[in-house]
């Protein structure tokens, strides 16, 4: 007997998640991996360990993708639904979490906040820019300290005279830590600080002009550290919802999204197989010179194992699955 469910995946420039829910968008299952740059073989992987995870057969009636390479892998896996990870975030905080009206997500490179009313997004804003908060930065600055980042947070809750540390740059917090350091601070208290300076950094850069209302959900790998929840609820003022799956929180509302889109539409998945994991695919890049933009266009060719250097986008040889990056969309395949 099988299990219907619905596929999700959330590719990130950091980590690779996927997850499954069930036709009720119930959880049934998630992985996480490191993309470490080959976001290919991140997703392969990825179906390959969920895959071998089940306990039972599973019947995917759709797939959704989201993550800042959800075109890629939309076209790898056979994608249903392509979507934002604001969106994604939304209707997976909006299913799990009764009354969510504040969502906080920090990733691996990026921050974002997301405000809903009644279900609906209404405001939102992202930071792609300051790397201070993100999860590398505080993996590297844990790392300077000769913390395991496991032990961040358990480290920062001992702190009782938190350092005061510039957050409004990640190079100047660094370096204002470093100083603190310097001067014999304690770890726990140079720990606690850098939470908070990076929650004030945060707010000031992506909630200035929101109303941050209850409940509210802190969401992404960040939301791991409990040094960074306490330090939020202290600046809110209000309790911190961490989400019991909060790391793959983008992957399941990839997974909504292709369960309602199935339920909507009733349309066959696009899915392509859990043997998509053992598919050969090449990434290859070159410059249209159709115009004076010169726009980089990326073509996926399947069956393809070796790498093509090519200066015209026509000369790509092979079964094109999937082609975008320019402006016009004169070259697009999806």
């Not at 993550?67 to 896996?77: D, I, Q, T, Y």
């Not at 601070?185 to 600080?193: A, S």
């Not at 392509?272 to 726009?295: D, L, P, Q, R, Y």
Request: glycine share 10%; hydrophobic share 40%.
């Amino acid at each position: 007997m099988s299990l219907t469910v619905y596929l999700g995946i959330d590719v990130g420039s950091v980590t690779t998640k996927l997850a499954l829910v069930d036709e009720t968008g119930k959880y049934v299952d998630s992985v996480m991996l490191k993309t470490a740059g080959k976001p290919v073989m991140a997703v392969q992987t990825g179906l390959n360990r969920l895959y071998e995870k089940r306990i039972t057969e599973y019947d995917v009636k759709g797939v959704g993708t989201t993550g800042s390479g959800r075109a890629l892998a939309g076209s790898l896996v056979g994608a249903d639904v392509v979507k934002n990870e604001i969106t994604a975030h939304a209707v997976a905080a909006s299913t799990n979490i009764p009354g969510v009206q504040t969502i906080l997500e920090i990733g691996g490179q990026d921050s974002k906040i997301i405000i809903l009313r009644d279900g609906i997004v209404t405001d939102f804003a992202m930071n792609t820019v300051c790397a201070a908060g993100t999860g590398s930065f505080l993996d590297h600055q844990a790392q300077r300290l000769n913390v395991p980042i496991e032990e961040f947070g358990e480290t920062a809750l001992r702190s009782t005279n938190p350092a005061r540390i510039a957050g409004r740059c990640g190079v100047f917090a660094e370096s204002d830590l470093i100083h603190k350091q310097q001067l014999g601070y304690p770890v726990e208290d140079l720990l606690y600080g850098l939470c908070q300076a990076l929650v004030r950094n945060y707010l000031s850069n992506l909630a200035l002009g929101k109303e941050l209302l209850p409940t509210v959900s802190f969401q992404g790998g960040v939301a791991t550290n409990t040094g960074m929840v306490k330090a939020f609820e202290e600046a809110l003022n209000t309790k911190i919802v961490v989400p019991e799956n909060h790391q793959t929180m983008g992957a399941i509302g990839a997974a909504l999204l292709a369960m309602e889109n199935h339920q909507y539409t009733e349309t066959p998945t696009k899915f392509k197989g859990w043997n998509v994991a053992e598919m050969h695919f090449s990434s290859i890049t070159c410059a249209c010179t159709g115009c004076s933009n010169n726009c980089e266009v990326i073509t996926i060719v399947e069956g393809v194992n070796e790498v093509q250097h090519v200066e015209k986008i026509k000369d790509v040889k092979g079964n094109i699955i999937a082609r975008w990056g320019g402006t016009c969309g004169r070259w697009d395949i999806s």
